[in-house]
């Protein structure tokens, strides 16, 4: 986008501003938006780190919907992808004055399959009675909706059993054999984007199109050579969960239950497929509780026993025992087919799995819950993200408030795979160091003692009684998010939200501000508890007056969702900017066996003692002898048991009251004197920074 486009849009009485109460003009918005022009119209790539607050997704769109030919724009999160079609792109259309030809392309999980839903509907069964009621209100929705889109039903939990057992997932299509292909929701969302000029997907389904056109299967986006993605920080991640293998105890039962269900919908006496059913669940059972025991392991090429070797041995053969029983049974249709599929797919990952000699995947064992996880996660994506993404797109743009590392883009550029022809930083519109406060906890117990949660439950109700509700509290664990959740239930006067009670969307709109008139919002007083990476809950606190808590993940990325990891044992290369030494690429974020580590060395720096630069709370026992520096430099993190960040819409008064009350690391000397600096090298004419906090 040209420079005078950009001002007559995003300019003071600009087109923008004519649509959007107390619109602000940011020079930062209107620097990144020419810059994204530029690279959509002439090529190339395109690397830009924004700082939150400088609206990233209008100075994206702007000049994708102006390009003239299809553009995909890919989200970390299905919350920022709704945010776009819901929110941001209607009000880029009024300020423009016309309609625009979006699409909004989701993972086939998210829509109905009316093939199954039928089958369910005359042989399913529900885990949980209160599921009922919810089934009836999707046998309401699903003769109105327009979409199939689960998102639709307001009262839908994201956690309800029955879904599965009726959504359009890949592993229930049987494609164009189905009878209800052509009114299918998932082709009519690919027939809505194939006639449209923007495509909003997200990264899994971005990663899912691209592990299709690896296998030669087509494509489940339409074509395209251009693409945005937001949140770009995450596609590594997605990446490296989407191009592993994971085989687990509910992936079997899940088949098992799935082939009894198609059995007894189609009214098949198939009594040499139960029999194989019942001998693959007892297989199944035995082989994954001894693999419980071992939870946490690095498997490694022979790490199989004796007795494992033969339940694993024996599973195997069973898999293939009901896949030949299933495809003998006469007149099984398609559907049943597609299961003997599937339980093919599961003998052969399970078996990769098991002999752990592919040296390019980490190998390791794993439980949550009551289910046991066999995983081969895949060390190093960049090869396949440019063969086949970036090597394919005439233009790319890769954005985010968290890309850069070290005032460059070094290791985002190594670690995708990439090279960049522009690059570009932004600092945020926001003052931190006066406009929030910052708070860390003192002499909380690691994050691996029992005596964690009771603690953190414990600050939660402290801290949400002086925020006055209107608090978000931020898990990386379900586990700890659950487990606070039943502490805290009757201690606050508060209402409280969960994650998982009703869907996010539902859940955010409870918990947001709501509109009095125009100019002014009165503050809903909720708590809401969710469950997010990486600072995945930052964009949902967006333009809200809210305080937010983030209680950390066990050291080392382990939560309690996650055992500790065993070391790695592949040797590691060196990164660029590492300082020589691979081991910084450990601590760098480095494919991790159990989950992420820091994968931001800029995150992993540590402050100066944070217990020493506050005062004691009330109640709180005096301070210890202060610890050798080397020490607390090394265990400051570990130890907090959280932040508690309140952002810079509250009142001063509540700041203040806020500063008073929980005694912040923001208001000691440390604070003031670090941040204001940092902020300060940040605001450099040059836009870039020189350091980091």
């Known amino acids: 986008m040209k420079a005078a486009a950009s001002v007559s849009f995003f300019g003071e009485g600009g087109l923008l501003a004519r649509v959007l109460p107390d619109y602000e003009e940011r020079p930062a918005q209107r620097r990144f938006s020419?810059?994204?022009?530029?690279?959509?119209?002439?090529?190339?790539?395109?690397l830009a780190e924004a700082g939150t607050g400088t609206g990233k997704t209008l100075a994206y769109l702007l000049p994708a919907v102006e390009l003239g030919r299809r553009v995909v724009v890919s989200t970390g999160t299905k919350n920022l992808q709704e945010q776009l079609v819901d929110k941001d792109l209607p009000l880029l259309a009024r300020a423009l004055g016309r309609d625009l030809s979006v699409a909004v392309m989701k993972g086939r999980g998210n829509y109905l399959c009316l093939l199954r839903y039928r089958s369910f509907g005359q042989a399913g069964s529900f885990r949980r009675l209160d599921e009922v009621p919810l089934f009836r209100a999707v046998e309401s929705w699903a003769p109105t909706t327009a979409t199939g889109d689960r998102a639709e039903v307001d009262d839908l939990p994201d956690s309800v059993d029955f879904w599965r057992e009726i959504s359009a997932a890949s592993e229930n299509c049987i494609g164009q054999s189905c009878p209800d292909f052509d009114p299918c929701w998932?082709?009519?969302?690919?027939?809505r984007a194939l006639e449209a000029d923007i495509v909003v997907v997200n990264h899994h389904l971005l990663c899912a199109d691209l592990a299709v056109k690896d296998g030669s299967y087509g494509h489940v986006i339409p074509p395209y050579d251009t693409v945005i993605l937001d949140e770009a920080h995450l596609l590594e991640d997605v990446a490296t969960q989407y191009f592993g293998v994971q085989v687990s105890s509910h992936r079997v039962e899940e088949l098992a239950r799935d082939v009894e269900r198609e059995l007894k919908a189609a009214k098949l006496d198939a009594r040499e497929v139960h029999a194989e059913l019942d001998a693959v669940r007892l297989r199944a059972d035995h082989l994954f509780k001894m693999l419980s025991r071992g939870t946490g392991r690095r498997l490694a090429p022979g790490w199989l026993t004796s007795r494992l070797a033969e339940e694993a041995k024996a599973l195997l053969l069973r898999l293939e025992g009901l896949r030949t029983a299933i495809l003998v049974v006469p007149e099984h249709g398609e559907a049943l087919t597609g299961l003997a599929g599937r339980a093919q797919a599961l003998e052969a990952e399970l078996a990769f799995v098991l002999a752990a000699e592919d040296d390019a995947h980490v190998y390791f064992v794993e439980t949550r819950g009551r289910g046991v996880f066999l995983k081969a996660t895949p060390i190093d994506?960049?090869?396949?993200l440019r063969e086949l993404l970036f090597d394919h797109?005439?233009?790319?743009?890769?954005?985010?408030?968290?890309?850069?590392?070290?005032g460059g883009f070094t290791y985002v550029k190594d670690r995708l795979g990439i090279e960049a022809t522009d690059e570009l930083l932004l600092p945020s519109p926001f003052r931190y160091e006066e406009q929030a406060v910052l708070y860390v906890p003192r002499r909380m117990p690691e994050p691996l003692s029992p005596d964690f949660v009771d603690r953190a439950a414990e600050e939660v109700v402290r801290l949400v009684a002086t925020s006055r509700g209107r608090a978000f509290v931020l898990f990386t664990s379900h586990a700890n998010m659950n487990a606070v959740a039943e502490r805290v239930a009757g201690r606050i006067e508060y209402p409280m939200l969960i994650q998982g009670e009703a869907p996010k969307a539902a859940l955010l709109e409870m918990f947001r501000d709501v509109p009095v008139h125009p100019g002014r919002r009165a503050l809903r007083h909720r708590l809401l508890l969710a469950r997010g990476r990486r600072g995945g809950g930052a964009a949902l606190l967006r333009d809200h007056r809210q305080a937010a808590l983030r209680l950390p993940r066990r050291p080392g990325g382990v939560s309690a969702d996650r055992p500790p990891p065993q070391p790695r044992e592949q040797p590691l290369r060196r990164v660029p900017g590492a300082g020589g030494d691979p081991h910084a690429q450990a601590g760098a974020g480095t494919a991790h066996p159990l989950g992420e580590g820091p994968r931001n060395p800029r995150r992993a720096r540590q402050p100066p003692d944070a217990e020493a630069l506050r005062p004691a709370l009330p109640g709180e026992p005096p301070p210890?002898?202060?610890?050798?520096?080397?020490?607390?430099?090394?265990?400051?993190l570990p130890r907090a048991g959280g932040c508690f960040v309140a952002p810079c819409a509250l009142r001063g008064s509540e700041l203040s009251r806020l500063a008073r009350a929980s005694a912040p690391l923001a208001h000691s000397e440390w604070a003031r004197t670090t941040a204001g600096r940092s902020f300060d090298e940040e605001r450099s004419e040059n836009g870039k920074r020189t350091s980091s906090a």
Do not use: F
């Open 34 to 46: 020419e810059a994204v022009g530029s690279v959509l119209r002439d090529g190339g790539l395109l």
């Open 186 to 191: 998932v082709t009519r969302m690919r027939q």
């Open 381 to 384: 994506v960049s090869e396949r």
């Open 393 to 406: 797109v005439r233009a790319a743009v890769l954005t985010s408030a968290t890309l850069a590392v070290d």
């Open 624 to 636: 210890g002898p202060p610890r050798p520096r080397a020490e607390r430099r090394r265990r400051v």
